[in-house]
C-alpha cells in the first residue's frame, strides 16, 4: 500500500519485503464488469455460494477463483436494525444498527475469516493461527474445523469473553494460553507462524479485510444504495475500519455509490491509540497500554493502523474515545431494545451520541451503526453491570434480578404493577 511494490496473489507474505508496509489485495475490476443490479438479482439466492453475504459479491471480494474452493458457512445476510428510539438517545434522525454479532459464530470475523480460510486453501497449506482477544480465534476454530485445517490460537492470559473461549475450545482448535497481552501475541504468532511454517489470519493478512468489505457492500444494498451520512464503528486492530475505506472508495471508483460516507471509528478511553494519534494530526501511532471492559478492542498497537489513516482521509473521518462507563450503559440500551451486542459494539452508539453533542454529527443525518459482537459473547460484563459488581461503573439502565419466595403471595407482591416502558 506504501510503495506499489506488486506481489503474486498465491505468495505467502504478510507484509512489503521492500518497505516493511502493509499489503493490500488488488484486483482487476475492469475484466469483471458488476452492477447492483447483479447483486440484487442474487439476493436469497438457494445457489452457493451465493447464498453467502459475502461472496454474494464475489466479484469484488475475490473474483476468477473456483467456487469449490471457498469455504463459507454462509455468513453474512445480517439483519440492519432501524431504531428510532435509540436514534432519539443519540440526537439523530436516523439510525441503524447493523448487527454483525448475527454472524455464524457471533462476530463480524467470520466475513474475515471465509476470505482467509479461502485463501488458505488456495494455497494448499493446512495449519492456520491468529492471536486474539476472542472472536478471531472463536472464528478461525470453526472456519477451520468446517475446511478440514489444524487451527491454532494464542488467547492472552487473562479478560478472555467466556463466550468466546468456550467456542474456540469446543470447535477443536489447538488453544494456547500465553502469559502475554494480545500484542505481544500477536508478535509471537508471526515468529511461529514463519518458523513453523503456518498461515496466519490475523487482520495484518489482506484477504480477511476483502471479506470484511462486504459489511459496507450489504449495508447499502440494505439501504437500496442510498449513502448514509456516517458510519461509525468500533476499532481495536483497525482492520474493520481498514476494510471499511476499502470498500468505500472501490464502491465509489466502481459507480456503484454516488458519493462516500463519513466514517467515524470510536475506542475506548483505555485503549486509544489511534485516537491520540488522531488529535496530534494523525502523525503517526505511538502504542498504549490497553485497559477497558470491552476486550474486543483491548489492544495497544493496532496493526492496521497505516490502513486506518488511509481510509479516515479517504473519507473525511474522524476518532473519537468513549469511556467503560459510557460503553456499558449505551450496551445496556442497545440491550434492553431486544438487540443486543457485546461491549465494544456499544462503542458504535456511545460514540454516535458524543459525536452529536459536539456538534460534528449533526442532528438530521443518517447514521449507520455497526454493532461487531453477540449479547452473548461475554454474558459476565452483562450481569455484573446489570447487579453492580463491576468497579468504577455505575448503572445507570440496570434491570435487578428479583427474587422471591415460592408463594403466590411474595410473587403477587412483587407484580401488584406493572414496570413501565424502558426510559430511552
Ligand atoms: C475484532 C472486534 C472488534 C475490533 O475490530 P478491529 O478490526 O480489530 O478494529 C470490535 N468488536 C468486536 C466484537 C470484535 O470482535
Ligand atoms: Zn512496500
Not at 477443536?172 to 500477536?186: H, K, L
Amino acid at each position: 500500500m506504501d510503495c506499489g511494490q506488486q506481489y503474486p496473489i498465491d505468495r505467502i507474505i504478510y507484509v512489503c519485503e521492500s518497505c516493511g508496509g502493509l499489503l493490500d489485495v488488488c484486483h482487476d475490476f475492469e475484466a469483471v464488469p458488476v452492477s447492483r443490479e447483479t447483486f440484487d438479482a442474487r439476493l436469497g439466492s438457494w445457489e452457493k455460494p451465493y447464498t453467502s453475504g459475502v461472496w454474494r459479491y464475489k466479484e469484488l471480494v475475490y473474483p476468477g477463483i473456483p467456487d469449490e474452493k471457498i469455504i463459507s458457512r454462509p455468513e453474512g445476510n445480517t439483519p440492519l436494525y432501524h431504531v428510532p428510539a435509540l436514534a432519539g438517545w443519540a440526537g439523530v434522525q436516523t439510525l441503524y444498527l447493523k448487527h454483525e454479532g448475527e454472524n455464524p459464530t457471533g462476530s463480524f470475523k467470520d466475513r474475515g475469516m471465509t476470505g482467509g480460510l479461502t485463501q488458505a486453501n488456495i494455497l494448499g497449506v493446512r495449519r492456520v493461527a491468529c492471536a486474539s482477544t476472542g472472536n478471531t480465534s472463536a472464528s478461525l476454530a470453526a472456519y477451520a474445523a468446517l475446511g478440514g485445517f489444524e487451527g491454532i490460537v494464542f488467547f492472552q492470559n487473562k479478560q478472555v469473553a467466556l463466550g468466546k473461549l468456550a467456542q474456540a475450545v469446543a470447535y477443536g482448535a489447538t488453544c494456547i494460553q500465553v502469559n502475554a497481552d494480545f500484542d505481544r501475541n500477536m508478535e509471537l504468532v508471526r515468529e511461529a507462524a514463519d518458523r513453523l511454517g503456518i498461515y496466519v489470519l490475523n487482520s495484518i493478512n489482506p484477504f480477511r479485510l476483502e471479506g470484511q468489505k462486504t459489511i459496507i457492500f450489504e449495508t447499502l444494498q440494505q439501504l437500496r444504495w442510498q449513502v448514509p451520512d456516517w458510519i461509525v464503528c468500533p476499532g481495536g486492530n483497525l482492520g474493520n475500519s481498514s476494510a471499511f475505506g476499502k470498500a468505500l472508495r472501490e464502491l465509489y471508483d466502481l459507480g456503484l455509490i454516488a458519493r462516500l460516507p463519513r466514517l467515524a471509528i470510536i475506542q475506548a478511553e483505555g485503549a486509544n491509540p489511534l485516537y491520540k494519534s488522531f488529535r496530534r494530526g494523525l502523525n503517526g501511532l505511538e502504542p498504549v497500554h490497553a485497559e477497558t471492559i470491552a476486550t474486543a478492542i483491548k489492544i495497544g498497537s493496532p496493526v492496521n493502523y497505516a490502513k486506518a489513516v488511509r481510509a479516515l482521509r479517504w473519507t473525511d473521518g474522524v476518532v473519537e474515545q468513549v469511556s467503560d462507563q459510557e460503553i456499558m450503559d449505551a450496551k445496556a440500551l442497545i440491550d434492553r431494545r431486544g438487540i443486543g451486542c457485546e461491549p465494544a459494539s456499544a462503542c458504535s452508539l456511545a460514540g454516535t451520541a458524543k459525536l452529536v453533542r459536539q456538534g460534528i454529527i449533526r442532528p438530521h443525518e443518517t447514521v449507520v451503526g455497526i454493532l461487531t459482537g453477540h449479547i452473548l459473547k461475554d454474558p459476565e460484563a452483562t450481569i455484573h453491570y446489570h447487579s453492580r459488581q463491576l468497579d468504577g461503573i455505575e448503572a445507570h439502565y440496570p434491570n435487578a434480578l428479583l427474587s422471591a419466595e415460592p408463594s403466590i403471595e411474595a410473587i403477587s407482591h412483587l407484580l401488584q404493577a406493572p414496570r413501565g416502558e424502558p426510559s430511552s
